[in-house]
């Protein structure tokens, strides 16, 4: 009972507060950044799923499989720490010495970037198939290739049905911003970690830290909500 009458709520949030709204704004870009990365590699790869070329599919299909057979967190550090050494290495090869570093925002939002979008691929994949193929046909018959009909009918429909699940992917995502602290990003949770260690508020600060993350989740999933009941209403 003596560690509760000796929390101190009124300091930590304001001392804690200036700090979580710079990370926060870090995280907020990580996750716009990312969430549009992923949505166009969804596209590209649902896409190229649907194609003819069955070596295209095959290659898709072993990279979603390493994607999504490994942790977030795992290809977070694979992506910062592994991916600049390969490059140095292969650039040594011309120029002797080179060291190739990325910055950790960067190298969050490739990460996240690209396993989201091995998810959000078969999302698109499953709307598109949904789309009725009498719409192709009709496309055809007016003069449109395959790739036509694909790009300028069926993917702008299936983009447009799968929003809501898109928006449930990117408060998701949010949230998974958390992980670039393990690579040196200065978001919320890596200045909430180097403030409590410093004032030992331990309590204070990651209580603050979820409510932080709250305010930032909810709206946004109550807008995904509102955004599938208008979506569904013109259908």
Partial sequence: MDILNNLDFRTAFNELTPELLQGGWIAVQSTIGGFLLAV??????????????????????????????????????????????????????????????????????????INYGCYLSEVVRAAILSISKGQTEAALALGYTHRQALWSIVIPQAVRNSIPVFGNYLVMMIKDTSLLAFITVNELLLRTQAYASQTFL?????TILAIAYLIISLPLSQVVRLTEKRLSKHA
């Fill in 40 to 113: 166009l590699l969804g596209i590209l790869i649902a896409a190229g799923r649907l194609s003819k070329s069955k070596i295209l599919k095959s290659i898709l299909v072993v990279i979603l499989e390493l994607i999504r057979g490994t942790p977030l967190l795992v290809q977070l550090v694979y992506m910062f720490y592994v991916v600049p050494l390969l490059i140095s290495i292969l650039f040594q090869f011309w120029i002797p010495g080179y060291q190739y570093h990325i910055d950790p925002t960067l190298a969050g939002i490739l990460g996240l970037g």
């Fill in 202 to 206: 331990t309590i204070e600060s990651y």
